[in-house]
């Protein structure tokens, strides 16, 4: 072991140079509350290798202003200037929250390159830039900042580099020093709008003079709050708030400031939105505040033409064809909307309307942006924030901004209002229909890597669990429910949509949830609270389901974009329709279907199926699963709602498969008996796909010497089936102790086997065949055609369900290193009924009673087919005997001749049965 003692590091240094460092901060955003009042008293402390300055402190605020520069002076660097300028040191930044009594606490810290400055001859100017606080891996916020480092032997170059100090009450304060002409931002003269509205959790005492305040949980003993916004040092706030539980909307929603901004954007100083308990004795306290810092998104300009015009009303063609009610449902207008056109082949071949169904949540669909195109959601935060922890979300702001340039004439008019044609604002009750379609990859619960998923929805205090329409051992249940509620807006609108798995000896566990506003829904302009549909039906399953027509749509909607209201009329020019009113009553007149083609044309919200992902908070950020599902609002001032719709999940129908084995041919000959001869002991099984346990077998032809079996046997398999879907349902017990069926869906496809049968080892398999009965290869009318050829590339099918029944041979063969052998021909008759067919016509399984339609007879086989120990003369005669007579006859020897002329008729005769009669 060596031990190293006394170690000198020595440092060489080929030179010493002077630099003096200033340091430009204008302003931070976004900083960490940590005090009671959900503020902060924020000032920076500045390290630039072993000098250190710090700014003012800025009282109550998280986004601090400081426009400060701090100077550093007599900094002596190691090393030569150019490797400086390459590698300049870090300027380091630690913002504090000032606190009178003890400790200050650590905001965060942010780390940037000052910019170097060797030749005096450059002009270029730094830029202010935005750069992030972190305190760990946490983001703490932006600090909008620059900095210089000169070479200090160009000391003419200073006298150039004026900093103007800092003032107050017209005293100029020494060594506060502000940000520099052509480095600190622009500002320009600009008007700001500000569309309002608030939501929280508890109802409180509250008065406002925007649009709304809506339960903040903070404002529970407060008898009155006020609104407060601001941006760039300017200050607008609403009126004090009256009662809240009774109306939590406001008559004015619009409010009005103006404000100097920064001509470039990334200057922009956020817009801060404040609620201020007043309390007893004129306290104010601040219970819940927002930074929005991006703003680019609110820019516009009111003197362009609205983007909301009505786009052109024409459209294309209208093609209607004729829908027959029996064969349809939703369901088979969904399937043919996803593509799986085997599940909607009526549909699909009859009529071509379909929905939209969406991968993702409506809210995420970029043609509808967010539905925030009234108001966005901004969340509000009170308290102290602590440790590794977000601060408290006490409510929630609802409004929107537009930030436009004022004209630079005073005495010019303002330009109009952009928050214009506002809808209701009072509160407003209305019938919500919520659709649950189906789940999908729900994560499992279960000790068996499943769950049984149910419905479990609420709005405010009302909850409803579907708790005993669950679906058992499922990560993909058809739910296929529909429940309607009354609510009123805004007070109920978060709707919290949740699926529970069911446990019948514990507590239910939650699988995820998910949550939708519904006051956004109502209030967006893409008419998001019920979806468009493409053709205006009176009845059917595309049945009109909206509370207007969509005429009067039009004109709200005209209205509502403040657009001249155009009329439509109905002409070819327009608009094409292939069909006559009278062979189709149920569409609408002609007039509101061409009034629906124009609105189809204005970008709303389409008849549709959204997919929403399940959180839950055990698991944040990590999805749960998926439920597909739409909700429809209809506010009851507008009227009853049309009929709701019935996704009830389709239900099977009880069938019965009968078939009748009558022969076979050309069995491949498995066995050799005692005297060499190739032979086998044919039977058939047969069962559904999905119903292993009901397998059911014909008697056994024995001895078969060509390959040829006589059975005429009946099996009978009772089966659910779905026609629209062409699909069995299959329902059976996992376990012994499972305590509920699991349910899944098979094609519905016949499996027919040939077997030879073995008394003292495993019957031999043979050949097989799996007949779909969707899509029944057509048979061969007799064994000579049937071959392979009809397994091959099957162009001739057709179903079964639709004709019933079907005789002829098909082929039965092995599969051999990919390749196809045939070993035998089976001659099948197959024959579907339903279940109250099936009663009406009854028959037995085999040859059992009642042995009726048809009667099946024993079958005629070869005196050879027989089972050799249970018929010992037949042995005798069939085998042995004729073997020695054979052997005897070719060796010509006359006793065993003699002696087989006397014997052989004689076991004729006990074979049958005539020697008992002497």
Known sequence: MVFLRNIKIFFFSQGVYTYHLRCYLYQARGLTPMDRDSFSDPYAHVSFLYQSKRTEIINTTLNPTWDQTLVFSELEICGEPREIEQEPPNVVIEIYDSDPRGKDDFLGRSLFFPMVKLDPNINEVPKLFW??????????????????????????????????????DGWILPNIYMVPEGIRPVLQLSGIEVNMIFECTITCFITILTWGLRNISQLESVRSSTLVVECGGQMVETAITGILGR?????????????????????????????????????????????????????????????????????????????????TDW????????????????????????????????????????????????????????????????????????????????DAPLPSQHFRELPDSGPQECIVRVYIVKGIDLQPKDNNGLCDPYIKFSVKKQ?????????????NPMFGRMYELSCTLPQEKDLKIAVYDYDALSGDDKVGET????????????????????????????????????????????????AVFLIVLYSDFYYSFNVSEKDHEFLGPASERVALQALRNQGLVPEHVETRTLYSTCQPNIPQGKVEMWVDIFPKSLGPPGPAINITPRKPKRFVLRVIVWNTKDVKLDDVNVLGEEMSDI??????????????????????????????????????????????????????????????????????????????????????????????????????????????????TASLFKKKSMRGWWPCYTEDEEKYILTGKVELRLEVLTEKEAEEKPAGKGRDPPNTNPTLSEPIRPETSFLWFQNISKSLKFIAWQRIGKLCKSRGCVNCHCVYDIVHPLLCDVYTGKLFFF
């Open 247 to 327: 109306n939590p909307s406001f008559h004015s929603a619009v409010l009005f400031m103006k404000v100097y901004l920064p001509q470039e954007e990334i200057y922009t100083p956020p817009i801060i939105i404040k609620v201020i308990a007043n309390r007893h004795f004129g306290r104010k306290e601040v219970v819940g505040q927002c930074t929005i810092e991006e703003l680019e998104e609110f820019q516009c300009d009111p003197y362009t033409t609205s983007q909301d015009e009505p786009r052109d009303l024409r459209g294309k063609a209208i093609k209607v064809m004729y829908i027959f009610e029996d064969d």
């Open 683 to 796: 039977y058939v099984k047969g069962w559904l796909l999905g119903n292993e346990d009901d397998k059911q077998r014909a008697d056994v032809h024995y001895r078969s010497l060509d390959g040829e079996g006589n059975f005429n046997w009946r099996f009978v398999f009772p089966f659910d089936y779905l026609s629209t879907e062409q699909q069995c349902i299959v329902s059976k017990k996992e376990h012994v102790w499972s305590l509920d069926e699991t349910e899944i869906k098979l094609p519905p496809k016949l499996n027919i086997q040939i077997w030879d049968n073995d008394k003292f080892s495993r019957d031999d398999y043979i050949g097989c065949i799996e007949l779909d009965l969707n899509k029944v290869i057509m048979p061969a009318t007799e064994p000579e055609k049937c071959s392979l050829k009809l397994m091959g590339t099957p162009t001739e």
């Open 515 to 562: 949550v939708i506003d519904l006051e956004n829904r109502l209030l967006s302009r893409f008419r998001s609270h019920c979806g468009l549909r493409e053709s205006y039906c009176l009845s059917g399953v595309n049945q009109w389901r909206d509370q207007l027509k969509p005429s009067e749509i039009l004109e709200n909607l005209a209205k509502c974009r403040s």
């Open 463 to 475: 909850v409803v669990a579907d708790r005993e329409n669950y679906i058992p051992n499922t990560l």
């Open 331 to 410: 369901w088979t207008k969904y399937f043919a909307s996803i593509g799986e056109h085997d599940k909607s082949d009526v549909y699909t071949q009859r009529y071509f309307e379909t929905l939209m169904v969406y991968n993702c949540e409506l809210e995420r669909v970029p043609d509808f942006l967010g539905l925030t195109d009234f108001c966005q959601t901004f969340k509000l935060y009170t308290g102290k924030a602590k440790h590794d922890e977000e601060p408290t979300v006490a409510e929630e702001f609802k409004g929107s901004f537009c930030i436009y340039q004022l004209p630079e004439d005073p």
């Open 131 to 168: 750069c992030p606080i972190t305190n760990g891996n946490k983001h703490c916020g932006d600090i909008l900042v620059a900095a210089e480092l000169f070479l200090q032997e160009h000391v003419s170059y200073f006298s150039h580099i004026t900093c103007p100090n800092r003032q107050f």
